[in-house]
């Protein structure tokens, strides 16, 4: 036991660090992944204290491998086969391998299980006693859906437990443990989408010698390590990003023959897709803001919000349309995001100021391909088009480019949006009545009654068509960085 061996040994004891360990705190022990680091303190079993060179400080025990010798850190491969070799009738060195991965992944599980606990009874029990102190909303801002994480890695760590061999833990089959929860992980996102409040939340209170004086209470009764709280808000941030690495490492030593290969391997690429999502999430969420201050400088806009039915822009540029039955040509700028596309006119002589249009359904759309020559349905010659027709044939706009590479972006665009949708079937994103009511609410404060709403309009669309001699801000900037494409 570490721990022993630091109280009555008297030797000093290694530790290699897994993964790169970025701080969030001054009291914290920064190393990147291959540092070895000296172990000071391991009385607790989540926090070690440690000591790289002048630096000391705490640091996630999850994150190094214990060294018997410092030798073994500096050790290189070839002496590491040869210690294999020397090893003689016990297990395999690929064998242990496994059996460490599989220690190491069960003893973060149970540390990671008991790091929830403190915080839910340590912290919120506490802060729910005191309404003078707390609203249940504040509550929800700082921790999120923690409790919610919690009770789902109670019930994934039971199932951990169930496959766990203890007698012989490198023939462990824990990879389906992984698969079988594979959407329950889905719940880190609203956590992580929600952290960025959480410590903005934080912060201000922080500020108040009282909030102050009452966490520290709650940390101290709870006997949690000296961390603030916002570096323990972190871990469930941290863990879900851990879980990749940690399968990766579990893969590396498991024989392509072993049982739990295939299951394991799945399940890496599951725990990815997971972090992947996580993020893409994220950048959804950024996004929406963006989106209602874009609808809120258009001018006559008609109709329901843009963020009732969609949360991506994914392109936008100008195209010449023509709509039956007149078959009128007409320049518009057009804007294609998730189940919709919306066009605009622009001012004649203020180039950046749009005025709606009208939108198309894209969920009632069949994107066509039309080849260069005569179109039938419109009876005119055509360059560089294609067709949108509604499925039950009662709207067809036909959108010709200026180039033909133009056209081809604009069809792969079309393309994406299907996809995205169903993508968000698939993984059941979609945006809470009360994300679109806050976005839309921000974007008209940024419009103040009794200004001119055209003046806001010199912020101009210079990230998605270039109008000169005109200064842009960052917020436009950013719309442009919403479409994937880059013109």
Not at 172 to 179: Q, T, V, Y
Not at 248 to 253: F, G, M, Q, V
Not at 371 to 386: H, P, R, T, W, Y
Not at 388 to 394: E, F, I, N, T, V
Request: proline share 3%.
């Amino acid at each position: 036991n570490l721990k022993v061996m630091l109280q009555h040994d008297g030797s000093v004891v290694y530790a290699e660090a897994l993964w790169d360990h970025v701080t969030m705190d001054d009291q914290e022990l920064g190393f990147k992944a291959g540092d070895v680091i000296e172990v000071v303190d391991a009385t607790n079993k989540e926090w070690w204290w440690g000591r790289i060179m002048d630096s000391e400080g705490w640091f996630p025990a999850s994150f190094v491998r214990y060294l018997a010798h410092l030798e073994e850190a500096q050790a290189g491969e070839e002496d590491q086969a040869a210690l294999g070799l020397l090893l003689g009738p016990g297990l395999p060195c690929k064998e242990q391998m496994r059996t460490n991965v599989i220690n190491e992944i069960m003893s973060t599980e149970r540390d990671y299980i008991k790091h929830l606990k403190d915080i839910c009874e340590g912290y919120i029990k506490q802060c729910r006693k005191r309404t003078d102190m707390f609203t249940e909303e504040q509550l929800r801002t700082i921790f999120g859906n923690i409790e919610e994480i919690y009770r789902f890695q109670r019930k994934f760590l039971k199932g951990l437990e169930k496959k766990f061999n203890k007698e012989q833990p490198h023939l462990s089959e824990i990879g389906c443990c992984f698969l079988e929860h594979q959407t329950d992980f889905q719940i880190y996102s609203e956590y992580c989408n929600n952290h960025p409040n959480a410590c903005v939340q934080l912060s201000k209170l922080m500020k108040v010698n009282k909030y102050v004086f009452f966490f520290e209470a709650c940390r101290l009764l709870q006997k949690m390590i000296d961390i603030s709280l916002d570096g323990f808000l972190l871990t469930p941030v941290q863990k879900i990003c851990k879980y990749p690495l940690q399968l990766a490492e579990l893969l590396k030593y498991t024989n392509p023959q072993h049982r739990d290969y295939k299951d394991v391997e799945a399940a890496l690429n599951a725990m990815k897709n997971v972090a992947r999502l996580i993020n893409e999430r994220k950048r959804r969420l950024e996004n929406i803001d963006k989106i209602a201050q874009w609808q809120s400088s258009i001018e006559d806009w008609e109709g329901e919000d843009v963020l009732s039915r969609s949360s991506d822009l994914i392109f936008s540029g100008e195209l010449t349309k023509l709509s039956q039955p007149q078959a009128k040509s007409q320049q518009r700028m057009f804007f294609l995001f998730d189940h919709q596309m919306v066009y605009c006119k622009k001012d004649l002589l203020r180039r950046d100021m749009l005025y709606y249009k009208g939108r198309v359904d894209m969920d009632h759309m069949e994107v066509m391909d039309v080849e260069d020559g005569k179109e039938k349905d419109f009876n005119i010659s055509v360059k560089n088009a294609l067709k949108l027709r509604s499925l039950a044939g009662d709207e067809v706009h036909l959108l010709c480019a200026k180039k033909p590479e133009q056209k081809q972006r604009w069809l792969r665009a079309f393309a994406d949006e299907r996809r995205q949708v169903q993508h968000d079937r698939e993984t059941g994103f979609s945006l809470t009545e009360v994300q679109k009511k806050q976005a839309m609410l921000n974007a008209c404060k940024s419009h103040p009654a009794g200004k001119p709403k055209g003046n806001n309009h010199q912020t101009g669309y210079t990230m998605i068509y270039n109008t000169p001699k005109r200064k842009t801000s960052t917020f436009w900037h950013n719309i442009g960085r919403l479409t994937p494409f880059k013109k």
